[in-house]
């Protein structure tokens, strides 16, 4: 849940899910949809799917106890070097250290690293540093986990070095270069993509939706008719030719901000005197609707 999410989100999100789902093998039985139900608000639903697929694996595969060792942690689904390295280290006390981006903060400074921050490489470069210390002390969670609060509380990105432990030995200290690092990667410019839908109804209480497929943009969510694309003008006449070429009324716009993509939100009504078909999309009754895994933002735009 941490996973490009701040803390202050995440709480309220965790307690919930643990009452819910106190163990692996209670997460194990639990059906998707209700996962991602739990889950919405979080953003990056491939997490949540891909939790309840590891759950499935630590019950099946480890008797509900998930591994100690980084090596075996890499090889369930869902975990990557980072994750791996933060259960090691901070659940199971072992010599593993995790590098996020607090403890890169610190590390670049301490060492007055200058390569393109975050990269492999320099992630191996501090990994060579720090883990013949991991190695030597018993207190591998407190150390792992000291890294990320001092880059977190005092080596903030406007950095408060007089209040720092490390300030003695930090060469970015010593020679004043501490603002300047990490040295950051260029920015990629996020794309702009306009997502135009409609709720059609007919006269019985019906709408149409239908579920996207699960690999790609909102993979698994349903949808009313929709149409994404790089232009407003052309994605509004797809839309229309998608319902079939019928007059839609606007409702309103939105925007949402993504880690890659900024997505302006338009949405549209009809109501037909006729009722038609669309392929691949059903018809369910309306009052239904909150009941479907909905594309967040349009779930947001029901209420």
Not at 152 to 168: E, I, R, S
Not at 234 to 244: A, C, D, E, S
């Amino acid at each position: 849940m941490l996973q490009q999410t701040q803390i202050v989100t995440v709480l309220p999100y965790f307690d919930k899910w643990t009452k819910r789902w106190p163990n692996w093998k209670s997460l194990s039985k639990a059906n998707e949809e209700d996962v991602v139900s739990m889950w919405s608000g979080l953003g990056y639903y491939s997490r949540a799917r891909r939790l309840l697929v590891l759950a499935q694996k630590v019950v099946s595969d480890y008797n509900g106890h998930l591994p100690s060792e980084k090596e075996e942690l890499l090889k369930l689904p869902g975990i990557g070097d980072y994750t791996a390295s933060a259960i090691a280290s901070i659940a199971f006390n072992k010599a593993s250290f995790p590098v996020d981006g607090n403890v890169r903060r610190v590390l670049s400074r301490f060492y007055e690293n200058k390569m393109s921050s975050p990269s492999v490489d320099q992630d191996d470069v501090f990994k060579k540093e720090v883990d013949p210390v991991f190695e030597k002390t018993k207190k591998r969670r407190e150390l792992a986990q000291a890294l990320m609060e001092l880059g977190a509380l005092v080596c903030t990105p406007k950095a408060n070095c007089v209040q720092c432990p490390l300030n003695k030995e930090c060469l970015g200290y010593k020679h004043d270069s501490f603002a300047s690092l990490p040295l950051k990667k260029k920015k990629v410019k996020a794309e702009n993509i306009f997502i135009n839908y409609c709720w059609v109804y007919d006269d019985k209480g019906n709408t149409l939706v239908k579920q996207r497929p699960n690999k790609g943009r909102f993979s698994g969510f349903f949808e009313p008719p929709l149409i994404e694309h790089a232009d407003n003008t052309t994605g509004h006449k797809k839309l229309m030719n998608l319902i079939g070429k019928e007059e839609i009324k606007f409702l309103k716009s939105s925007i949402s901000h993504f880690t890659k993509y900024k997505a302006k939100w338009s949405s549209h009504e009809i109501y037909l005197e006729k009722k038609k078909s669309i392929k691949g999309y059903k018809w369910v009754k309306v009052d239904k609707l909150q009941q479907l895994n909905l594309i967040p933002k349009i779930k947001e735009g029901l209420s």
